[in-house]
């Protein structure tokens, strides 16, 4: 979290180093162990007749589709929407997206009618649903200068230009 301030800071200095960076081996590792865990908490959900929500799946599917909501296309990466700035929590709207797996899956399961968050509604009044942000051809290139210039500020708790 620490280099993040100075990335935005300075972006010559991004991106992060590949010290601070998962390797593909490192990665299909801890692929592995998730996809154990899961398993185990399937099978125990089923043998305790538990109603099991499967977010593993949901971010899978979120990281292969994306959401739209509120007219953003918004992905799990840095800055894509649904996880905050420290990577790790889900935003507001990413909230709204992991409450709406529970209530779709209390609902097919449980036979309740419990509504669905209107994540359109959440997202137009989420901080970290950045309009302003365009694919990204390097990861020093995510968002607009605007975008940049904005969380600079908020990180070094000046004011942004006008």
């Known amino acids: 979290m620490a280099l993040i301030p100075a990335i935005l800071a ?3 200095l991004g991106p992060l180093p590949s010290s601070d960076v998962l390797r ?5 590792e801890v692929r592995a162990l998730i996809d154990a865990y899961n398993l185990i908490i ?7 007749g538990a109603v099991l929500v499967d977010i593993h799946s949901l971010a899978d599917q979120i990281r292969l589709q ?14 894509g929407g649904l996880f905050s700035l420290d990577g790790v929590h889900p935003t507001n709207t990413g909230y709204a997206v992991i409450a709406n797996q529970f209530i779709t899956t209390l609902n097919q399961t449980r036979g309740t009618s419990i509504p669905l968050v209107n994540i359109n509604q959440v997202a137009s009044g989420d901080p970290l649903v950045l309009g302003e ?10 968002v607009s200068p605007a975008t940049a210039e904005a969380l600079r500020s908020l990180f070094l708790h000046t004011t942004p230009p006008k």
């Open 133 to 142: 942000m365009v694919p990204a051809v390097s990861l020093g290139q995510h």
């Open 10 to 12: 300075n972006p010559s």
């Open 24 to 28: 593909a081996v490192q990665v299909l």
């Open 42 to 48: 399937r099978v125990g959900a089923i043998e305790h």
């Open 66 to 79: 994306g959401v739209e909501a509120n007219g953003h296309h918004l992905t799990n990466a840095f800055l």
